[in-house]
């Protein structure tokens, strides 16, 4: 099982990222070229989710109305769900295969990236030419240019300011939560109409899954910056990347989903 996680992922990826480097002669744009090229390939697996969203959000006027007919009545819930479902050729369990496959792949990525930025005190060459296919080997006194902007992806986005006995988040870090946010709560576009509904149902199910759709949203964001203080700056670029082209890829699908309310409340999008 290990040899055809390396064979088919974990080494192409290694490689892919060197490939890059090799080119851009900067691990930080060849991060960033990875992170894209990556994703954009994985288009086809992200569609299913991306149409299921929207899917969703076309139907999230009916479902509302749904769970006011059925507030007493969970079963019968259910099984008018399962019809507007198949009326409408809805399957939200149909992205699930995709998912994983993506996670498989993003676990692979995560892993490359951890190897690059860190070599663990090995030289470069000695660390990554056992992982390189043999066309993209090292040279022995090989070494990275780490330098991205004012960050060094070898080390976590973090400055300290005098008087302040704990180190702050950098720039970085802190637009990667911002993106993050953004991304999270586009994927979420029906939950203003789940909660007006569940206001209504005090103790029902829904409560508790649209309270968690809500934590959960706001959740990711914190974790990304406490797990940006733990890991190379590399990573952070990285997951900015990932969840900026991902946002933009669920804008194409379902337009700003779940960020129409608050760009509504700041005058930037149209009633």
Known sequence: MIQL?????????????????????????????LTISLRLLMTP???????????????SPELSKLKETFKNDKQGLVSAQAELYKKHGANPASGCLPQIVQLLVLIALFNALNSVLRPNGASVADHLNPLLYSFNQLTSDFNF????????????????????????????????AAV???????????????????????G???????????????????MTIFIGFQFPSGLV?????????????QY?????GGMTPWLRKLNLLKS
């Open 145 to 176: 240019s780490t330098r991205f902007f004012y960050l060094d992806l070898l080390k976590p986005d973090t400055f300290r300011l005098s008087g302040i006995p704990v180190p702050l988040p950098g720039l970085f870090l802190l637009i990667s």
């Open 180 to 202: 993050q946010l953004i991304s999270s709560k586009m994927m979420l576009p029906v939950i203003s109409a789940e909660k007006k509904i569940a206001d209504k149902t005090k």
């Open 5 to 33: 996680w390396n064979t088919l992922l974990f080494h192409p990826l290694i490689n892919a990222l060197i490939g890059f480097y090799k080119l851009t002669g900067n691990l930080g744009w060849s991060i960033v070229f």
């Open 45 to 59: 697996l992200i569609l299913p989710s991306l149409k299921i969203s929207k899917k969703m959000a076309e139907l």
């Open 252 to 256: 194409f699908a379902t337009g700003w």
């Open 204 to 222: 029902a199910t829904d409560d508790v899954m649209v309270e968690a759709q809500q934590q959960m949203a706001f959740m990711f964001p914190l």
């Open 237 to 249: 670029l990285y997951w900015l990347v990932f969840s900026a082209v991902s946002a933009v890829q």
